[in-house]
């Protein structure tokens, strides 16, 4: 297993079947996927997870569209890849890392440090929390 830089269009494949299946590909589309930077988690060729972060102008990141295929789900491949991503983040000197968590994986990002911030809210249907950390 190893994580690899990928093209924004190599995750909606993953980003469609885990995240928004009951949704056309194209909803999978964020906007600023072409400046984001997008990793992967390659198993034997096949890649079985993916993320994306986007950057802001003050030294804040922002996780987006983060999915492990549900074969590969619970055996740590998701945690590999938050790793992951944090060092490269603290190398980078990004200060602040925060997504939208599904309420069903806020006590997985809690147990890398990540909070609750504000009130859970709603998109299309599914329930979310902002969730932050400083790093």
């Given at each position: 297993m190893r994580i690899i830089?990928?093209?924004?269009?190599?995750?909606?494949t993953i980003?469609?079947?885990?995240?928004?299946?009951?949704?056309?590909?194209e909803f999978c589309v964020v906007e600023g996927?072409?400046?984001a930077s997008h990793f992967a988690v390659?198993?034997?060729?096949?890649?079985?997870c993916v993320a994306s972060v986007y950057f802001n102008a003050d030294q804040?990141?922002?996780?987006?569209k983060f999915a492990?295929?549900?074969?590969?789900?619970?055996q740590g491949v998701?945690?590999?890849?938050?790793?992951?991503?944090?060092?490269?983040?603290?190398?980078?000197?990004?200060?602040?890392?925060?997504?939208?968590?599904r309420e069903s994986a806020v006590a997985f990002y809690q147990g890398f440090g990540f909070e609750i911030e504000g009130t859970l809210f709603y998109k299309s249907g599914?329930?979310?929390y902002k969730m932050a950390r400083y790093l």
């Open positions: 830089k990928i093209e924004w269009q190599q995750t909606i980003r469609h079947q885990v995240l928004w299946p009951d949704k056309p590909p996927d072409q400046q390659q198993l034997n060729g096949q890649l079985i804040a990141a922002r996780l987006r492990t295929l549900p074969d590969y789900q619970g998701g945690s590999l890849m938050l790793k992951f991503i944090v060092n490269k983040l603290k190398d980078t000197g990004t200060t602040y890392f925060w997504f939208d968590a599914v329930a979310y």
